[in-house]
């Protein structure tokens, strides 16, 4: 096997919407944010870390993020809780239009209209892998 990890997700943005994504990320999904290389600090953004994941906010022209079913999806240990958190924040969360049996999962998007899927750890399946 050739892959054998995730090294970082890159989440796009049209720099309109700068601030509210780095307070989204930052203050809203509480992620601690880390260094990026000098070479590109001054093309805005900002790198944060979930686990051994980083999660890399870039501007992009024109992103079609809105329409897109693309999204990043975390894990939480109580879905409830922190639907509640996001909820004080004034996050829109959306409904699970296909729900699998046995996971408890909702949607919601950031500033900049990136699809993120929230999942309680408890109720992944545990399905195997086909090779």
Known sequence: MWLNAIDHIQVTYPVEVEDAMLFFYSYVLELPEINKPEAIKAYGGAWYLIGNIQIHLSTEKNPDNETSTRHTCYLVHNLQEFKK??????????PDRRPIPGQNRFFLRDPAGNRIEIV????????KIVS
């Open 120 to 127: 309680e750890k408890n109720s992944l399946s545990s399905e």
């Open 85 to 94: 958190h996001l909820q004080k924040h004034g996050v829109e969360i959306l």
